[in-house]
C-alpha cells in the first residue's frame, strides 16, 4: 500500500488538498492510502470563507509517507517545522509533490532549486523573481523532475494525480481512476490557453503606442512601425519594452495578436484563416504554429474548450 500524506498548509485551499485525498483516498482504487496532515493535529483554516478542515495528523505523518502533495496554501513564508520536514521526508525518499502555490512552499525548502517547476499562471512570475534558482515553466500543466513533482493551478492538481496513477501502476489503472472522476485523462494543451495575462502597458511611455497596434492588428504591423509611432529607435523601444513589459516589441506583439485571436474563436464561428487575417497572423498556417508554440494546442481545440454552446 503506497502512503499519500497531504499537507496541509494553512489556510489551505480546500480544492487543492481534496483533489489529492479524493483521487488517491477512494477505496476502490485500493492501492493508496491517503493520509491529511498539517503543523499539527486539529483545524485547518482554508482560503474559503466560513469553511475550515479538520486533520487527525502533525508533521511527523511526513515521515511516514512515500508521496507527499502539497496543495495550494495562500503564499507567504512556511513555517520553519515544515521545511525541514518536507526535506526530511525527500532525504527519507518520498516523492515530493505539489499542486497550485504548493510549489512555494517546496521552493522555500529548497526542493527546486536548478530544477524546472511551474504553478498557477497568475503566481509564476512571482515565483520567478522570489526563488531565481527554479526553472519557472509557466504554460505547462505539470512538471515531472523525477522525485519532484510541481502543477498548475486548481484543477491542474488532477491532472498530475492521474499522471502518477499512470506512473505507479500503469496507463490503464489511470484511465479507469479518470472514468470514475468523470474526466480526460489528458487536456489539450498546457495552462498558457487558460492565462489572462495583460497586454497593454504598464505606464504613459508606450502607453499610446501600444493602445495603437492593439487598435491595428489586424494591420502587417511590425516593429519599425511601433518605433515610429513611438518616435524612437528600434533599440530604445527594446529597452523601453523589455523594463515596462518584461518582453520584446516582437513577442508582445505575437502574444496580442494570439490574445486577440483566442478572443474570435471564443466569441464566433470564424475560420482560421479568417481569423488569422483579422488578427494579422497572415496565414492559417502561421496563426497554427505560433498558436501551438505559445498553448501547446489549436485553435480549433481551443475553441471547443471556450467557446460557449
Not at 483545524?43 to 508533521?59: E, K, R, Y
Not at 484543477?155 to 479507469?176: E, F, K, P, S, V
Given at each position: 500500500?503506497?502512503?499519500?500524506?497531504?499537507?496541509?498548509?494553512?489556510?489551505?485551499v480546500?480544492?487543492d488538498?481534496?483533489?489529492?485525498t479524493?483521487v488517491?483516498?477512494?477505496?476502490?482504487?485500493?492501492?493508496?492510502?491517503?493520509?491529511?496532515?498539517?503543523?499539527?493535529?486539529?483545524?485547518v483554516?482554508?482560503?474559503?470563507?466560513?469553511f475550515a478542515?479538520?486533520?487527525?495528523?502533525?508533521?511527523?505523518?511526513?515521515?511516514?509517507?512515500?508521496?507527499?502533495?502539497?496543495?495550494?496554501?495562500?503564499r507567504?513564508?512556511?513555517?520553519?517545522?515544515?521545511?525541514?520536514a518536507?526535506?526530511?521526508?525527500?532525504?527519507?525518499?518520498?516523492?515530493?509533490v505539489?499542486?497550485?502555490?504548493?510549489?512555494?512552499?517546496?521552493?522555500?525548502?529548497?526542493?527546486?532549486?536548478?530544477?524546472?517547476?511551474?504553478?498557477h499562471?497568475?503566481?509564476?512570475?512571482?515565483l520567478?523573481?522570489e526563488?531565481?534558482?527554479?526553472?519557472?515553466?509557466?504554460?505547462?500543466?505539470y512538471?515531472?523532475?523525477?522525485t519532484v513533482l510541481?502543477?498548475?493551478?486548481?484543477?491542474?492538481?488532477?491532472?498530475?494525480?492521474?499522471?502518477l496513477?499512470?506512473?505507479?501502476?500503469g496507463?490503464?489503472?489511470?484511465?479507469?481512476?479518470?472514468r470514475h472522476?468523470?474526466?480526460?485523462?489528458?487536456?489539450?494543451?498546457?495552462q498558457?490557453?487558460?492565462?489572462?495575462?495583460?497586454?497593454t502597458?504598464?505606464?504613459?511611455r508606450?502607453k499610446s503606442?501600444?493602445?495603437w497596434?492593439?487598435?491595428n492588428?489586424?494591420?502587417p504591423?511590425?516593429v519599425?512601425?511601433?518605433?515610429?509611432?513611438?518616435?524612437?529607435?528600434?533599440?530604445?523601444?527594446?529597452?523601453?519594452?523589455?523594463?515596462e513589459l518584461?518582453?520584446?516589441?516582437?513577442?508582445?506583439?505575437?502574444?496580442?495578436?494570439?490574445?486577440?485571436?483566442?478572443?474570435?474563436?471564443?466569441?464566433g464561428?470564424?475560420?482560421v484563416?479568417e481569423?488569422?487575417r483579422?488578427?494579422?497572423?497572415?496565414?492559417?498556417?502561421?496563426?497554427?504554429?505560433?498558436?501551438?508554440?505559445?498553448?501547446?494546442?489549436?485553435?480549433?481545440?481551443?475553441r471547443?474548450?471556450?467557446?460557449?454552446r
Amino acid at each position: 500500500m503506497h502512503r499519500v500524506v497531504v499537507l496541509a498548509l494553512p489556510p489551505v485551499v480546500a480544492f487543492d488538498a481534496t483533489i489529492a485525498t479524493q483521487v488517491f483516498g477512494h477505496e476502490g482504487l485500493g492501492r493508496y492510502e491517503a493520509v491529511l496532515c498539517s503543523l499539527q493535529a486539529g483545524p485547518v483554516p482554508t482560503t474559503t470563507p466560513g469553511f475550515a478542515i479538520t486533520v487527525a495528523a502533525n508533521l511527523e505523518t511526513l515521515m511516514t509517507a512515500d508521496t507527499v502533495v502539497v496543495p495550494g496554501f495562500r503564499r507567504g513564508p512556511v513555517s520553519a517545522d515544515a521545511l525541514d520536514a518536507l526535506r526530511a521526508a525527500h532525504q527519507h525518499g518520498a516523492r515530493i509533490v505539489s499542486i497550485c502555490t504548493g510549489a512555494f512552499a517546496l521552493a522555500q525548502a529548497g526542493l527546486l532549486d536548478g530544477r524546472r517547476a511551474t504553478t498557477h499562471w497568475a503566481h509564476a512570475a512571482d515565483l520567478a523573481r522570489e526563488h531565481p534558482a527554479v526553472r519557472v515553466d509557466p504554460a505547462v500543466l505539470y512538471v515531472d523532475e523525477g522525485t519532484v513533482l510541481t502543477s498548475a493551478g486548481l484543477t491542474a492538481g488532477l491532472d498530475l494525480c492521474l499522471y502518477l496513477i499512470g506512473l505507479d501502476h500503469g496507463q490503464q489503472a489511470a484511465i479507469q481512476r479518470a472514468r470514475h472522476m468523470v474526466t480526460p485523462l489528458h487536456r489539450a494543451g498546457g495552462q498558457a490557453q487558460y492565462s489572462v495575462a495583460g497586454t497593454t502597458a504598464a505606464s504613459e511611455r508606450i502607453k499610446s503606442v501600444t493602445e495603437w497596434a492593439l487598435a491595428n492588428l489586424h494591420q502587417p504591423i511590425t516593429v519599425a512601425d511601433l518605433a515610429r509611432e513611438a518616435v524612437q529607435s528600434t533599440r530604445t523601444l527594446s529597452r523601453v519594452f523589455a523594463t515596462e513589459l518584461g518582453t520584446s516589441p516582437r513577442a508582445w506583439l505575437i502574444a496580442a495578436r494570439l490574445r486577440m485571436a483566442c478572443t474570435l474563436l471564443e466569441t464566433g464561428d470564424r475560420s482560421v484563416e479568417e481569423i488569422a487575417r483579422r488578427t494579422g497572423m497572415g496565414s492559417a498556417a502561421n496563426l497554427r504554429l505560433h498558436f501551438r508554440r505559445t498553448y501547446a494546442t489549436t485553435p480549433l481545440a481551443y475553441r471547443s474548450t471556450f467557446q460557449q454552446r
